[in-house]
């Protein structure tokens, strides 16, 4: 079945600068990759998605980048702020949507 | 509903007992997921209902785990004989169809074994 690693575990920023969080799929038949935020203590939320038919998808200070030939997708969080700390999941879907391990986000102000 | 509901929000039990968590999905949504989050952990696949089947049960850790949906709405996720490892954060999601749309969770049930 379909395996995402997602790295880092855990990742700490400056308030202001960039946070990327990378992912690798292993089913080349995936071709829907959702990202989700999960705040302490609630439930995981979509923040952006990105279909196998697109390279970028952005939404103000959030993009995702999905390079199919090496199969992995990246999400980009520019101009961080302590808000945007939570864990963050990668997910890919091929037959059925598998989430990675997720990534503790810490901005420090 | 508005969103995915919940219930009960928490649970503490005695091991042994059995205890059952129930999902009231997005109306109109097809599919409904269950997962279980540990403390601190990722979400570990349980099992997934398209209407009321359940294609994929891959995801229960034992025979101690049962789920049923009813009338392509509710679902009841039962645990018998509950062991202390139970303990954890069970969410359910929905999504209007096929899996590669946008899953909504619930809330979850927080649930604590003593």
């Known amino acids: 079945g379909e395996n995402v690693e997602q790295h880092p575990s855990t990742l700490s920023v400056q308030e202001g600068d960039s946070a990327v969080i990378k992912c690798t799929y292993s089913?080349?038949?995936?071709?829907?990759f959702p990202w989700y935020k999960q705040e302490l203590g609630k439930r995981p939320q979509l923040i952006i998605d990105?279909?196998?038919?697109?390279g970028e998808k952005k939404d103000q200070r959030i993009a995702v980048t999905l390079n199919k030939t090496a199969k992995h997708f990246s999400l980009h969080i520019t101009e961080t702020q302590p808000e945007d700390s939570a864990v963050y999941f990668c997910a890919a879907v091929a037959r059925q949507l598998t989430f990675g391990s997720g990534t503790q986000l810490t901005v420090l102000p | 509903g508005a969103g995915v509901s919940q219930s009960p929000s928490n649970k503490v039990t005695e091991k042994g007992k059995d205890v059952e968590l129930r999902c009231d999905p997005i109306s109109g949504h097809t599919a409904l997921y269950w997962y279980r989050q540990s403390l601190g952990q990722g979400l570990e696949f349980l099992i997934y209902f398209q209407g009321n089947s359940a294609p994929d049960k891959s995801g229960l850790p034992s025979d101690r785990f049962s789920a049923e949906r009813t009338g392509g709405s509710v679902s009841t996720l039962t645990i018998q004989r509950t062991q202390q490892e139970d303990s954890a954060v069970y969410l359910c999601?929905?999504?209007?169809?096929?899996?590669?749309?946008?899953?909504?969770f619930g809330d979850g049930t927080r649930l604590s074994i003593l």
């Open positions: 089913d080349s038949a995936s071709n829907y």
């Open positions: 990105i279909r196998s038919n697109v």
């Open positions: 999601a929905s999504t209007a169809g096929t899996p590669d749309q946008p899953q909504h």
